[in-house]
């Protein structure tokens, strides 16, 4: 268990919101307590609401008593400062290299997937096909899941052994490929079972699932926040 903290994390709906869902995990992976503020996206108000905890007006944003940070990548970072015994990077200098680089490159690419996939808990969905951009991000993301969990997973079920901020950065892709039913062999869908059965992700979904709000531009397949 990590040490006392005195957090509040700021979230979009967990139907929909991956970027939301990517500290949320960490957090609760990490035994870090923590409060939650759920502010429902695309409503009036809601804007207003998230610029008042949010600079950039975006969620997540984490307020750890007059900081605040946002962005999903740099929570994490900052998490992993505050709470080094929560180990979000492995120890290993190179592990941890790879892990830095395989999850800027989640933070910061795989458009296609994103567009044509976005994450939606609610339930499988089916007569998409990936388009060939999307394929071919697809095949990148199982080549780093195949290639860490080979290279660098040898001490646990995840990427690089335990649960770190690389496995928060990739659920929700996890979410997605079982949503849209993208095919899973070997490596990577021993991975992807394993991230499922985090008992913190089966919660998230629950939660999605018995969300009222429905964001209609996520159901015709535009991402959110």
């Not at 395989?102 to 990936?130: K, L």
């Not at 388009?131 to 646990?156: H, K, M, T, V």
């Not at 079920?157 to 039913?181: C, E, N, Q, S, W």
């Amino acid at each position: 268990m990590a040490a006392k903290s005195d957090l509040t994390l700021v979230i979009g709906n967990k139907a929909y919101s991956s970027w939301s869902l990517r500290p949320w995990l960490l957090l609760r992976e990490s035994g870090i307590p923590f409060q939650e503020i759920l502010i429902p996206l695309y409503q009036p108000d809601s804007p207003r609401r998230i610029r008042e905890r949010s600079p950039s007006g975006r969620v997540p944003a984490l307020i750890d008593g007059a900081t605040t940070i946002w962005d999903s990548l740099a929570i994490c970072e900052y998490v992993a400062e505050r709470f080094p015994e929560a180990r979000g990077w492995p120890e290993d200098g190179v592990a941890r290299a790879i892990a830095r680089s395989v999850s800027a490159e989640m933070h910061s690419g795989f458009a296609s997937v994103r567009t044509e996939m976005p994450m939606n808990v609610r339930g499988r969905r089916s007569g998409v096909t990936p388009s060939p951009a999307a394929r071919n991000e697809i095949d990148r993301i199982l080549e780093i899941w195949s290639d860490c969990r080979r290279r660098f997973g040898a001490s646990g079920k995840f990427l690089f052994g335990r649960f770190g901020i690389a496995d928060a950065m990739y659920a929700p892709v996890v979410t997605r490929f079982h949503t849209y039913g993208i095919e899973l062999t070997g490596a990577a869908r021993d991975y992807s079972e394993a991230v499922q059965a985090l008992a913190s992700l089966q919660e998230w979904s629950k939660a999605g699932r018995a969300e009222p709000a429905v964001i209609t531009a996520s159901e015709r397949g535009t991402p959110v926040a």
